[in-house]
Structure formats: C-alpha cells, structure tokens
Nanobody, 124 residues
C-alpha cells in the first residue's frame, strides 16, 4: 500500500496564495487519477480539483483561482491556490483513484486513497 503525503498548508491573508504539494510513493502502479478534496468544519467534503491524462476538473468555487498540476518525474501533484478567500479555509486532502477504476474526478467518494491532509487557514 502506497502513501500520499501533503505539505504546503498554512495561514495566509485573504487575497494571498499557497501551493500545496502531494508526494506519491510506494504504489506498485502509480495512480493516474489524482485529486484534492477539502473539508471545512461542519461542511461536506468537496472535490476542488482533479487531474488525469489530458483532463482536469475544478469545482465552480475555485475555477480561475486554483490550478492542479502533476510532475510525474517527481511523483508529485500540486495545487496552486491564488486569490484565496476566507471560505477556502479547510483541511485539504490529496486523493487518488485505484488504477483501473473509472475516473470522473469530481466526487469525493470516487477516491480510494487519501493522505492525512494539510490545513489551510485564510484570514481577513
């Protein structure tokens, strides 16, 4: 069983930026469909972005502000977050779908593999 390890969370003023990283390791077959899911206190989990071969998905709430990317040589997935708003405050989880499974990349329950999360706090 592999691992997903996130980093890059922190506290930032509204309007600022953060870049989250997720290192993928230990999988026999590296997952091809990866995502970032967030959960704010008292709220449902939300897939904010996902990436698979030639395709990306973004939640409406982050379109134009967040960018997901992947460096296969480094086995790392990134989430660049700009123009952060207080409502972006949440725990952000790196997620992946088991290879061979259909990937839509928009629903949190699709993802079988989860990291432990990194906390993002945006203050006004």
């Amino acid at each position: 069983q592999g691992t997903l390890v996130e980093s890059g969370g922190g506290s930032v003023q509204a309007g600022g930026s953060l870049r989250l990283s997720c290192v993928v390791s230990g999988y026999t077959y590296s997952p091809t469909c990866m995502g970032w899911v967030r959960q704010a206190p008292g709220k449902e989990r939300e897939t904010v972005a996902s990436i698979r071969t030639m395709k990306t998905y973004y939640a409406d709430s982050v379109k134009g502000r967040f960018t997901i990317s992947r460096n296969n040589a480094k086995d790392t997935v990134y989430l660049e977050m700009n123009s952060l708003m207080t409502e972006d405050t949440a725990m952000y989880y790196c997620t992946a779908i088991r290879p061979g499974r259909t990937c839509y990349g928009s629903v949190p329950t699709e993802f079988q593999y989860w990291g432990k999360g990194t906390k993002v706090t945006v203050y006004s």
